[in-house]
């Protein structure tokens, strides 16, 4: 079992910077990478951003490239999602999710483990 307790959403103006943070526990060992993922109402859960653990290579969608940075600290199991730029599209329940077993680190079936979710609102 794997618990994921992200924190760091809330309510920012537009072009303004937020970081959210996941932190894992419990079974993490065979970590494969961790992602960021978010979906907004009427919408479906979306990739952001991933991290492969072992290489340290990331991944992004197209929309948050040169906007969002994906980083972590392996030693605290912890990854993070440093957002700047912000725009009202990036509203949405930000998610964070490990992949144990492997797989392309950008689609969410791969991923085995989710956290609750922390709201992030852009105002424009």
């Known amino acids: 079992q794997v618990q994921l307790e992200e924190s760091g959403g809330g309510l920012v103006q537009a072009g303004g910077s937020l970081r959210l943070s996941c932190a894992a526990s419990?079974?993490?060992?065979?970590?494969?990478?961790m992602g960021w993922f978010r979906q907004a109402p009427g919408k479906e859960r979306e990739f952001v951003a991933a991290?492969?653990?072992?290489?340290?290579?990331?991944y992004y969608a197209d929309s948050v490239k040169g906007r969002f940075i994906i980083s972590s600290d392996n030693a605290k199991n912890t990854v993070y999602l440093q957002m700047r730029s912000l725009k009202p599209d990036d509203t949405a329940r930000y998610y964070c999710?490990?992949?144990?077993?492997?797989?392309?680190?950008?689609?969410?079936?791969?991923?085995?483990?989710w956290g609750q979710g922390t709201q992030v609102t852009v105002s424009s």
């Open positions: 999710a490990i992949n144990r077993f492997g797989g392309l680190p950008t689609i969410p079936k791969n991923f085995d483990s």
């Open positions: 991290m492969d653990w072992s290489a340290r290579r990331t």
């Open positions: 419990g079974r993490t060992f065979n970590t494969y990478a």
